[in-house]
């Protein structure tokens, strides 16, 4: 993970970590995230966590510590490349977490710049979706 002192702007190569609450949010058998993992909330600044200079256990921890605080279940979740969401024209922007009641997450951002309407938010999401990779949650 980043140094909070140091932590760079989101670059177009990298990749961010949606994390997969819902069994709604991903289909097992088609190994893909749904749109719906990616619709952005009413604040329109969709949570992801980088993938950059974080070993998997962390981007595993930063899952599970997520799931525990929305008392959700982690079931896995969509790595998506950044250059899909740019060419969406969203924008994917550095946003590090400081908590008072867990771990800080130095690798968050957001996905930001959503269109105006939920319909083209949704065609937005689904073209994310389509871009992401599904990884299941080790048992």
Do not use: C
């Not at 600044?45 to 510590?65: D, F, I, K, M």
């Amino acid at each position: 993970m980043f140094e909070f002192e140091h932590v760079p702007p989101v670059e177009l190569d990298e990749t961010v970590a949606r994390f997969l609450l819902s069994r709604g949010q991903y289909s097992p058998g088609k190994g893909r995230a749904k749109p719906d993992a990616f619709l952005p909330p009413p604040s329109g600044r969709l949570s992801v966590t980088r993938h950059r200079q974080a070993t998997p256990e962390e981007l595993w921890a930063e899952g599970r510590y997520v799931a525990r605080v929305r008392q959700r279940r982690l079931y896995g979740r969509a790595d998506l490349p950044v250059g899909a969401a740019a060419a969406q024209r969203l924008l994917v922007v550095a946003s590090p977490l400081r908590r008072t009641d867990g771990p800080d997450n130095p690798n968050h951002a957001d996905i930001t710049q959503w269109a105006p309407g939920r319909e083209q938010q949704r065609l937005q999401a689904l073209q994310l979706a389509l871009a992401a990779s599904l990884v299941v949650l080790p048992r």
